[in-house]
C-alpha cells in the first residue's frame, strides 16, 4: 500500500511539473525538464514491483489455501471412512453409521466446496481491485507520452484477467462437480 501511496505521489508531481510547465506558443505543447521527468518515471518504476509481487502473493496464498483445503477434506473423508468401518458391527449399527458416514462425507464435500468459493471470491475480489488500482493509474497519468508504460499496465491487466479466469473456471468447477455428485 505504501508503494502504491508512492506511486501516486510521484504521479501528482509529474501532473503538477506539466500542469506549471512553460507552454510553448500557438502549440499544445509545453517545456519540461527532461532529467525531472527522467527521475519521476524512474522512481515510479522502482515503487512498481512491490505491486507486482502483492499479485505474486495473492496468487501463491491462493494455492495454499486451496492446498490447505484439500489436506482437511481428505483428512474429514479418512475419519468418516474409519468411523464407518469401527461402526459395522450389526445390521441396524451398519445402517446408522452408513447414514452418519454419508452425512459426514456430505458435510465435508460442502464445507470444501464452501471453502474453495470463498477463496476464489477473495483472490478474485484481491485481483480485481489490483486490476481497478492498474487501470486508474494508467487512465488518469499515462498519455501518449508513456505508451512504453501502458504496454506494461496492459500485460499486467491481461494476467491479472487470466487469473480472475482460471479462478472463474475452478469455481464453475467446483460448483459443476458440486452438481454432478448430487446427481449420483
Do not use: C
Not at 4 to 13: P, S
Amino acid at each position: 500500500m505504501e508503494d502504491t501511496t508512492k506511486v501516486l505521489d510521484l504521479l501528482d508531481e509529474l501532473e503538477d511539473l506539466m500542469e506549471g510547465a512553460t507552454s510553448v506558443p500557438l502549440t499544445n505543447k509545453v517545456v519540461l525538464e527532461a532529467e525531472e521527468i527522467f527521475a519521476i518515471v524512474k522512481e515510479i518504476r522502482l515503487a512498481l514491483p512491490d505491486d507486482i509481487q502483492q499479485a505474486k502473493w495473492i496468487r501463491d496464498e491462493r494455492d495454499r489455501i486451496l492446498a490447505e483445503a484439500k489436506s482437511e477434506y481428505e483428512r474429514i473423508i479418512r475419519e468418516a471412512k474409519k468411523q464407518a468401518d469401527y461402526l459395522v458391527e450389526t445390521d441396524d449399527i451398519t445402517k446408522r453409521a452408513t447414514k452418519l458416514a454419508n452425512e459426514i462425507l456430505e458435510d465435508a464435500e460442502v464445507n470444501s466446496r464452501l471453502l474453495k468459493m470463498k477463496t476464489y471470491d477473495y483472490v478474485d475480489k484481491m485481483l480485481y481491485d489490483m486490476q481497478g488500482k492498474m487501470d486508474e493509474l494508467n487512465m488518469k497519468y499515462f498519455g501518449e507520452m508513456y505508451t512504453n508504460l501502458e504496454h506494461t499496465f496492459q500485460a499486467i491487466g491481461q494476467t491479472l484477467n487470466a487469473n480472475r479466469e482460471e479462478i472463474k473456471n475452478l469455481a464453475y468447477k467446483t460448483q459443476s462437480e458440486a452438481n454432478s455428485q448430487k446427481g449420483e
